[in-house]
Structure formats: structure tokens, C-alpha cells
């Protein structure tokens, strides 16, 4: 059975099973508990309203902390298992993988939209984002065309920057691994 305190002595591991770094990893956890923590104030794990008793994680929960309740979602969504399998893996009855898929998938959605951290859903929403963060672009072609060469510089008319003509240029995601 995976837990967070097994996986972490191997940040390869951790990397290669939730897609986060480590330091990625702990960043989110915080943000985590307090969404999980939120939820769990008001519904219980099967998503029914909470009345009278709060919450609280059993000693022989399958996911007692809340580092291993984090692990638990985010493996499932990079790795994209059967939820039998995923059960297999986290000593789970597939039953209860999809109670948890549901509390941690809502949890963890919660949290990152208070981060601003999800991603757009439609156009608008992306054009919107963009317009509204700063660029980081560089810059277009007309404006570097209205900058002058400097003189130690040499301009793009003279030969010797020309690359030859049997030359082909990698596609750009082959250039960034050269």
C-alpha cells in the first residue's frame, strides 16, 4: 500500500506519481487541508449535510493524513487507473476509491481555484486571463523591425548570417532539447 511517508524518501517516485516536485507537493498540501478541512465541516464523506458530530480521521482510515489523501487524488488523476485498480494499490474496496475520488477530486478543485490555479474552460475565459496577466512574451517582429541594429551587431542582409540553403530548421520541440 502506497502512503505519502513511503513515497517521499524518493522524490523520483513522487514526481513520476503525481506529476509535483516535492517542494510542489508540500506547497499544495496547506491549501489542500484547508479545503478538504471546509468541506468536511459541512458534509460527511458519502456528501451528506453534517448535522451534529465534526469530523474526524480515524486510526484506521486508508487515508489518514492529509499528505496521503493528496498523493491518493493526484495519482489518480495523472495515472488515470481503474478505480480497481487504484483500490488495489491504496487497499481499497473499489466502492470506497470512488467515495474518496469525489470528496478529494471536489477538494482539491476548491483549493486551486482559490490559488487562481486551474485552467480556463472556454475561450473567454482564457482570453480573459491572458489580458489580464502581464506579458512575458517576447517581443513581435514589427517592433524589433523598428529598432535599429547596433553597430557591433551584424544585420540580417549580409551573408554571413544567412544559413545555407540545405539547412532545415528543427520543429520547435525539437529545437528546446538541443
Known amino acids: 500500500m502506497y502512503k505519502y511517508r513511503s513515497i517521499i524518501e524518493n522524490p523520483e517516485k513522487l514526481r513520476s506519481m503525481t506529476g509535483l516536485t516535492a517542494d510542489e507537493f508540500h506547497a499544495l498540501v496547506p491549501i489542500f487541508h484547508t479545503a478538504f478541512e471546509a468541506y468536511m465541516k459541512r458534509r460527511t464523506i458519502d456528501g451528506r449535510v453534517r448535522y451534529c458530530r465534526r469530523s474526524v480521521s480515524y486510526a484506521n482510515s486508508p487515508l489518514p493524513t492529509t499528505e496521503d489523501k493528496l498523493l491518493f487524488i493526484l ?3 495523472k495515472q488515470n487507473p481503474t478505480q480497481v485498480m487504484h483500490g488495489h494499490i491504496f487497499h481499497m474496496s473499489q466502492s470506497n476509491v470512488s467515495k474518496w475520488v ?3 477530486h471536489g477538494a482539491l478543485n476548491y483549493a486551486l481555484s482559490q490559488q487562481n490555479l486551474l485552467p480556463a474552460r472556454t475561450a473567454d475565459d482564457l482570453a480573459r486571463r491572458l489580458h489580464e496577466e502581464p506579458s512575458h512574451e517576447e517581443p513581435s517582429r514589427e517592433e524589433l523591425s523598428r529598432e535599429e541594429p547596433s553597430c557591433e551587431e551584424p544585420s540580417c542582409e549580409e551573408p ?15 529545437s528546446m532539447t538541443a
Not at 160 to 174: G, M, R, V
Open 160 to 174: 554571413s548570417c544567412e544559413e545555407p540553403s540545405h539547412a532545415t530548421k528543427a520543429p520547435p520541440f525539437l
Open 102 to 104: 469525489h470528496l478529494l
Open 75 to 77: 495519482t489518480y488523476l
